[in-house]
Antibody, heavy 120, light 103 residues
Framework: QVQLQESGPGLVKPSETLSLTCAVS?????????WGWIRQPPGKGLEWIGS???????YYNPSLKSRVTISVDTSKNQFSLKLSSVTAADTAVYYC?????????????WGQGTLVTVSS | DIQLTQSPSFLSASVGDRVTITCRAS??????LAWYQQKPGKAPKLLIY???TLQSGVPSRFSGSGSGTEFTLTISSLQPEDFATYYC?????FGGGTKVEIK
C-alpha cells in the first residue's frame, strides 16, 4: 500500500521560505511515477504546485515557478518542496501526491496534508 | 490557460437521488479529465480519470462521461458517504468544486 506523509513547520513568517518533505512508503520513488505537490487555501480550491521524477527532472506551475524548488532524495525515498518569499496568500494545506507521468497529472495516492500558516 | 467551470457549485440532495455535476472547459481538452471527491479535513480521492474510467476500488454508482469541453460526473444513487465536495481536473487546472450536501 502506497503511503505518503508530509512533514514540516506549521508556521512560517512572511518573506521566509516554506520547506516541506514528503516521505513515501510502500513504493520506491526510483521505480517510477512522478511525485507532486498540491495546495489548498482554507475553504478554497486546489492548486498544483509542481512535480518531480526520480531522476530529478522537475516541472512547475508557471504561476509559482519563480519561487518553487522541488527536490528528491531517493536514498530516503522522499521528496521536498521549498517555496520562497511567502506571504499570507501562501497559507494553505499542502498535499503531496503521486501521478503516472509527465503531463499525466492524475493523482492516485495522496498524503493526508499539512496546514502551513504564514504569519508573523 | 484552460479554465474549468463546475456547476452547480452547491447541490442539496437526498439519499437515493441521482446526482449530476457538470464541468465545462474553456477549450477542448479531449478526454483528459479527472474527478475527485474530498471530505472535510481529508485529502482528495481520485474517482475517475480519462473522463470515464473508474479508478480501482471506486463504487460503480459513480460514472463519468463527456469529451471536448463538457463533462459530467453522475452518482446513480446517492449514499450517505457520498456527501462531499467534488472537483474536476485537467492537467494542472482544477475546477472550483461542487459541494453535495444532505437535503
Amino acid at each position: 500500500q502506497v503511503q505518503l506523509q508530509e512533514s514540516g513547520p506549521g508556521l512560517v513568517k512572511p518573506s521566509e521560505t516554506l520547506s516541506l518533505t514528503c516521505a513515501v512508503s510502500g513504493y520506491s520513488i526510483s521505480s517510477g511515477y512522478y511525485w507532486g505537490w498540491i495546495r489548498q487555501p482554507p475553504g478554497k480550491g486546489l492548486e498544483w504546485i509542481g512535480s518531480i521524477y526520480h531522476s530529478g527532472s522537475t516541472y512547475y506551475n508557471p504561476s509559482l515557478k519563480s519561487r518553487v524548488t522541488i527536490s528528491v532524495d531517493t536514498s530516503k525515498n522522499q521528496f521536498s518542496l521549498k517555496l520562497s518569499s511567502v506571504t499570507a496568500a501562501d497559507t494553505a494545506v499542502y498535499y503531496c501526491a503521486r501521478h503516472p507521468g509527465f503531463g499525466e497529472l492524475i493523482f492516485d495516492y495522496w498524503g493526508q496534508g499539512t496546514l502551513v500558516t504564514v504569519s508573523s | 490557460d484552460i479554465q474549468l467551470t463546475q456547476s452547480p457549485s452547491f447541490l442539496s440532495a437526498s439519499v437515493g437521488d441521482r446526482v449530476t455535476i457538470t464541468c465545462r472547459a474553456s477549450q477542448g481538452i479531449s478526454s483528459y479529465l479527472a474527478w475527485y471527491q474530498q471530505k472535510p479535513g481529508k485529502a482528495p480521492k481520485l474517482l475517475i480519470y480519462a473522463a470515464s474510467t473508474l479508478q480501482s476500488g471506486v463504487p460503480s454508482r459513480f460514472s463519468g462521461s463527456g469529451s471536448g469541453t463538457e463533462f459530467t460526473l453522475t452518482i446513480s444513487s446517492l449514499q450517505p458517504e457520498d456527501f462531499a465536495t467534488y472537483y474536476c481536473q485537467q492537467l494542472q487546472n482544477f475546477g472550483g468544486g461542487t459541494k453535495v450536501e444532505i437535503k
